[in-house]
């Protein structure tokens, strides 16, 4: 009897600091060092092969995690990236400077499911894979193809593929009516990342949110191929 209640006790004491929050295991799988970022959560240099495990509060919502290329820090201390970069710090506090592959997701939603999608809104830099590590059916997004070297020259830039909202900011691209249709670029995304976000005309049918149960943790692999 006592020593069950000790049990208990010991367990709602292990139990409690991770009941708040939904680990997320951040992989670098490509050759070159990248800087991802994380809203909320910061940012750190992740050498090839390093794993960044950032614990997310559990009712988080409108977060994202992204990587950043090519980063130096000048004489004073300002993190310059060619993609991704959030005002020159290590520890995003904003979004990324197009373009990067966005990881999106809002935690313990209505009937306590997480969200998650992977999105091409902000353009493609490091392809990425968002998996459930346990405790879901759902296979998870990803962008693993290298949109970058097929990407058309009206939206390359070094280092990544604009989204061409971003290049030409009209309601063809950005569809801000919601029902823009379709177009060669998104064609274009949508024939490298079938499974990505890209525009919201193309979310009828195939929607590419995806969920979990709350409580979900997941493994956010860049470079997964
Ligand atoms: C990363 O790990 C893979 C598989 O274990 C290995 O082949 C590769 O050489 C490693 N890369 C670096 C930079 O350590
Ligand atoms: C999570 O966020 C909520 C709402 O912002 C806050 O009240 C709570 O203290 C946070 N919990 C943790 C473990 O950070
Ligand atoms: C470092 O970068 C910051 C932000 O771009 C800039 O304001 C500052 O002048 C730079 N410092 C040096 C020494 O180049
Ligand atoms: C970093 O910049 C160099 C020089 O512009 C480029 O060759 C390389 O591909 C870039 N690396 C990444 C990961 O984008």
Same mark, same amino acid.
Request: glycine share 8%.
């Given at each position: 009897m006592a020593s069950s209640t000790t049990l208990s006790l010991l367990l709602l004491l292990l139990l409690l600091p991770f009941s708040h929050s939904t680990t997320f295991t951040i992989i670098n799988h490509c050759p070159y060092t990248i800087w991802p970022a994380a809203i909320p959560g910061g940012g750190r240099q992740l050498n090839p092969n390093q794993?960044?495990?950032?614990?997310?509060? %559990? !009712?988080?919502?409108?977060?994202?995690?992204?990587?950043? !290329?090519?980063? !130096?820090?000048?004489?004073?201390?300002?993190?310059? #990236?060619?993609?991704?970069?959030?005002?020159? =710090?290590?520890? #995003?506090?904003? %979004?990324?400077?197009?373009?990067?592959? =966005?990881?999106?997701?809002?935690?313990?939603?209505?009937?306590?499911?997480?969200?998650?999608?992977? %999105?091409?809104?902000?353009?493609?830099?490091?392809?990425?894979?968002?998996?459930?590590?346990?405790?879901?059916?759902? %296979?998870?997004?990803?962008?693993?193809?290298?949109?970058?070297?097929?990407?058309?020259?009206? =939206?390359?830039?070094?280092?990544?593929?604009?989204?061409?909202?971003?290049?030409?900011?009209?309601?063809?691209?950005?569809?801000?009516?919601?029902n823009c249709g379709t177009n060669d670029y998104f064609r274009f995304f949508k024939s490298l990342c079938p499974g990505a976000y890209i525009s919201p005309s193309l979310e009828t049918g195939q929607a590419s949110t995806l969920t979990c149960p709350s409580g979900t943790q997941y493994r956010v692999v860049f470079c997964p191929n």
């Open positions: 794993t960044w495990t950032l614990p997310i509060n %559990s !009712t988080t919502t409108g977060s994202r995690i992204w990587a950043r !290329t090519n980063c !130096t820090f000048n004489n004073s201390g300002h993190l310059h #990236c060619q993609t991704g970069d959030c005002d020159n =710090l290590l520890q #995003c506090q904003t %979004s990324g400077k197009p373009p990067n592959t =966005l990881v999106e997701f809002a935690l313990n939603q209505f009937n306590h499911q997480d969200l998650f999608d992977v %999105s091409l809104i902000d353009g493609f830099n490091v392809p990425v894979e968002f998996t459930p590590v346990k405790g879901c059916a759902s %296979s998870g997004a990803r962008c693993a193809a290298d949109v970058t070297a097929q990407c058309p020259a009206v =939206l390359r830039v070094p280092g990544g593929c604009n989204h061409p909202c971003t290049v030409f900011n009209n309601e063809e691209y950005c569809c801000f009516s919601g």
